[in-house]
């Protein structure tokens, strides 16, 4: 379901500020006809699908019976949350940025306020999915609501001129979403297969601490996408490519700080959450430092989609989890969690680095700029420095407290240094932007463009 709704948003993405930006109006409606018609009535069918089947799979893939029960409830919320994944698209090509609230904020909230209510009638694992499902239910309406009031402006829906392009783009897409997926959580599937308990619970926190900084591609991603669909819809190729290394040199200055702290404080950050946990700093070390080649060039996957090279993007990443997995099978037993670690990071490296490669030849897009190395050199500078200092202080919380205000300190002085303070400056302006955006309603996804390059 994750895949069909992942499928439906990159859909949306990819052809509604298409058809915006080249003033065709009725063509734009249709996708977004053909996205709401697909939500409710494929996700109904896969609804019905899990729902009818919810006892084999609880048995025979999860050799668990009674989560038949807990699937059957998550089924009915399938359609719904299609039907708001289309919603939140919607948003994100017309200039807004609503979804980051309601994704990363409303839902949360919804379902931590439901689960005491569920607990409080002994609602177990059932009344855990009804939360969950209702967490999706309860904004359906006031989100269906916003999405009409910005859609106002379309005129009636042309659906069969767009109707193929549209039916195998979301095929393609539903197919890399799944192996994005797979690729995220491959490792830590592995690692619990191999290792004990214990090193899977070390790892798993090592391994969601460094996908905190990529959360960063997330802000950026939502004004980037719909401007580099409506460029290359336009022919502006040229402004397409000095978007994408501006994009890229903000998304490097704001990361770069959070991965340097998280690298050169490691084991203390590992340790804040139990003694037993410091044995993943070197884990977490290695994780991040893939990181920062996945978000130095993360938004080029995004540049081959919205240019109808999705293929090229599902091929790359089928390939990287194959690779992947067989270093993981390999490393494991032999390294444990920094095998594991390895062949993550060989991941976050080998993709990001080939779709790069492609997209420079067949695009003629790079994410490199003159000013792209200094916000790196600012945070080794500041990482070495601050590492050495926690080593001086008590373990844990002193560690924290001093080594992570010293860091943000020196890196700020390193950029300014560095000549960069201006560019920093923009990148903040450029999140402020895009925070300031979440509520206002546009017509032009060009509007949401980053500021002209220089």
Known sequence: EMSFTGGLIRTVMRYLPHHVARDEKEHAAGVLRLAAWAA??????????????????????????????????????????????????????????????????????????????????????????????????????????????????????????????????????????????????????????????SDTGVYTVAQRISTLPPMVLVAFNAFFSPTVSALYATGRLDELRATFRRASLWIMIVSAPVLGILMSLATPVMAFFGREFSGGALALWILCLGQFVNVGVG??????????????????NVAGLVVSA?????????????????????LQV??????????????????????????????????????????CLPPVLPQLLVGIPVFVGLYAAGMVALGEKEE???????LREAARRRRQVTTDPLGATLDPPE
């Open 424 to 430: 920093a400056l923009r990148a903040i302006r450029a």
């Open 299 to 316: 938004l080029i996957s995004v540049v081959l989609t919205m240019v109808d090279r999705q293929r090229t993007v599902l091929a790359c």
């Open 40 to 197: 409710w009535l494929g996700g109904g069918v896969l609804a019905l699908i899990i729902f009818l089947a919810a006892d084999p799979i609880a048995s025979s893939l999860l050799d668990q019976p009674e989560a038949a029960q807990p699937l059957r409830v998550l089924a009915v919320a399938m359609p719904i949350a299609a039907a708001s994944g289309v919603a939140c698209a919607t948003a994100r090509s017309l200039g807004s940025i609503m979804f980051i609230v309601y994704q990363f904020v409303f839902l949360p909230l919804a379902f931590v306020a439901l689960v005491p209510l569920v607990r409080a009638f002994g609602g177990g694992a059932t009344g855990l999915s009804w939360a969950f499902a209702a967490s999706y239910m309860l904004p359906l309406l006031p989100l269906l609501t916003y999405q009409r009031r910005l859609t106002r402006f379309l005129p009636r829906p042309e659906v069969r001129p767009v109707a193929r392009a549209a039916a195998g783009f979301f095929g393609t897409a539903c197919l890399v979403w799944l192996a994005e997926y797979v690729s995220r959580n491959v490792d830590i599937l592995m690692v619990g297969r191999l290792l004990t308990t």
């Open 350 to 391: 080998v993709v990001p680095a080939t779709l790069s490669l492609l997209a420079h030849r067949s695009v003629g897009v790079s994410p490199f700029s003159p000013s792209y190395p200094k916000p790196l050199l600012a945070a080794l500078v500041a990482g070495l420095a601050t590492h050495y200092l926690a080593a």
């Open 326 to 346: 067989a270093l993981c099978l390999l490393l494991i037993p032999r390294y444990g969690i920094i095998g594991a670690a390895f062949g993550t990071t060989t």
